[in-house]
Structure formats: C-alpha cells, structure tokens
C-alpha cells in the first residue's frame, strides 16, 4: 500500500469545485499478489468532524451511503480517493481513519479483516484561514479493534474481525 495526502491544488480536474482548493486530497493504492476473488480488498473509512472529541462514523462513497456493506471503495487492488470539502465557519479538526481489508475466502465471506490502517486529517482555525494538512500515521490493531463494536452495530450482517481471523493465526 501506498498513501499520499497533499493540498488539493486543481479540484476542478478531480470532480470537486474552485471553492475546494487548497482542502486535502488523499489517495492509496494497493499492490497485491493474489489473483481472482483471493485478490478482492476492500477500504473501510471512518470519519470525525468537527472536532477531535466527536465520534467516529463510517465515511461511505456518496453514491454508495445506503449499502449494506462497510466499504467506501472495494474491487481487485482498490485506489481509496478521497477529496473531502467540509469547510465550516468555526475551527475544524476533520480526521480520517482508512482500513485496508481483506475477506479471507475461506471463512465467512462478510469477513472484514484489516490488512493496514492508517489517520489523515486537516485542521483548520475558522473558514477564511489556510488549513493544515495532518501529518500521515500508520494505524495499528488497536485503532481497528475501537471502531469494532461500532461497525459491528451498524452492519450486523457482517464480522469485523480482527489478526486472529488471518492466515497463518
């Protein structure tokens, strides 16, 4: 996996308004070995807005919000693409949390279990000030393990599992 954030600095070219530049513009993708259904990921992301006391909640693609699955994007070797434009009037501390995920298909196939994680984020005082981009951080189990109960909660269909559903454990 490789992630890069930066200052979106020509939001027209990747579908988002001039009033967004300057806003963050992630993007992640994925080298893998696997081929076929073996080869299928999927990105979980889950969101806190406006500040860093607030909840996390999943952060679904727009097109994609009423799914029953968890997955912002899914498919063979999946780009996570995120350009958000949540500017508001008072301070901002917008943070991401994106899991990349596998299903093992030897087990369940609604098994989500976290291959790499990783925070992204901006902070921004009030609307008329340049905003700070949030240094990138990798994620480990612990970061997947307290979003669990919650996405647990809001898809019951599926299992959020965690290192121990893995090969090899």
Known sequence: MLADVVANLDPLTVG???QDRGMPMCTAT???S????????GWVQLVREPDASGPFVVDPFDLFEDSTAPFAWYGIQPVLFDAPSRRREGPVQWEAHSFLTIGPWDDDRRLVVPLAGF???YTQRSRTEDLRLSPMKLLGAAAWDGHRSY????YPDWIFGGEEHLPGN
């Open 16 to 18: 988002k308004s001039e």
């Open 30 to 32: 994925v080298e893998f």
């Open 34 to 41: 696997a081929r076929g259904y073996r080869a299928l990921l």
């Open 119 to 121: 925070a992204w984020g």
């Open 151 to 154: 996405l647990t909660e809001k």
